[in-house]
């Protein structure tokens, strides 16, 4: 995986090298563990190219990384988190309108993978983020971070109020441990359907799609804020 550019400015064009490419963004809380499950899936354990910090609101750009893959390469997006109040205020308000712009325009996006910390579920600001990016129309996966934290029927019963509250179907949420690599096969399955569907016709000439997958998606080392806006971000 290969750090392919950033967007830090409101206007500002992806970078040249993402054109065409098709894309798959991570959105999160600040400290949901994004960076760790970003790290983890990609195989990045000894050097990581997302850089995990103790202090959230790092990350104050649009990242995109360029992901060599089969059956093809994509790119990745990693958003800036939100939920973190001790980002000045000025940082919040430019995040915001920057990430509607990526998410609004963007004609590469195939879909999100929207991360929620599984021992607390969803808070007010991931329930704001998910009905954003059902407004928007855009296809949402979720991966319930942390699940390491929590004992195995403690997590069910964790996993199964969140996906009542988040009024989704179970196989659309994925448990996710970045220390255990718990869920990291099934996420990459999953984002193989999404980013690489196979159409198949059948006799009536109707399409449909089947799981491919990024099955060896490394680099070979290893919410919706006020009027149609997502929350303040803040990673």
Known sequence: MDFAGAIGQ????????????????????????KSSLINRLLGRTRTAIARVSAQPGKTQEINFYLVRAEPADFILVDLPGYGYAKVPRELRDKW????????????ELAGVVQLIDLRTGPTADDLKSVDYLAELGVPTLFAFTKADKLGKLEGEKAFAKAVKTLGIDPEQ???????????????????????FPEPSGDEDGEAGATAGGPEDATDGDAGAGPEGEPPPAEA
């Open 96 to 107: 915001q309108p920057l990430i509607h712009g990526f998410l609004s325009r963007s004609t």
């Open 10 to 33: 409101i206007g500002q064009a992806q970078p040249e090298s993402t054109r065409g490419m098709p894309q798959v963004a991570f959105s999160g809380r600040s400290n949901v563990g």
């Open 173 to 195: 949420a994925i448990a996710f441990s970045a220390p255990k690599g718990t869920g990291r096969e099934e996420l990459l399955d999953t984002l193989g359907s999404l980013l």
